[in-house]
Nanobody, 120 residues
Framework: VQLQASGGGLVQAGDSLRLSCAVSGGTFNSYPMGWFRQAPGKEREFVAAISVSGLRTDYADSVKGRFTISRDYAKNTVYLQMNSLKPEDTANYYC??????????????WGQGTLVTVSS
């Protein structure tokens, strides 16, 4: 399974970004997917997850109401729409295939990170 994340960049506080994660080499429709992030000097943390069906989503409290995760089965792609970005959202963002849906959130296949930098 290969995951290719893209869409990061440098934005100002209050701006929006959409991250994409293209999945290949596996059965995209059979696994929950998630986004995680790691800020400089901090541990990687859970951001959002979406179930196999796409009907269930979960978010970290810090992004709830601002971020939206979605998946496109035709394109084998997972998205993270990030609105009202804050400087504390600055991090490398990673998409992952989630081992099972539910906390503790763990990925078993990971993409490379895409850097999001939010200036104040």
């Amino acid at each position: 399974v290969q995951l290719q994340a893209s869409g990061g960049g440098l934005v100002q506080a209050g701006d929006s970004l959409r991250l994409s994660c293209a999945v290949s080499g596996g059965t995209f429709n059979s696994y929950p997917m998630g986004w995680f992030r790691q800020a400089p000097g901090k541990e990687r943390e859970f951001v959002a997850a979406i179930s196999v069906s796409g009907l269930r989503t979960d978010y970290a409290d810090s992004v709830k109401g601002r971020f939206t995760i979605s998946r496109d089965y035709a394109k084998n792609t997972v998205y993270l729409q990030m609105n009202s970005l804050k400087p504390e959202d600055t991090a490398n963002y990673y998409c992952a295939r989630v081992a099972r849906y539910g906390p503790p959130w763990r990925g078993d296949y990971w993409g490379q990170g895409t850097l999001v930098t939010v200036s104040s």
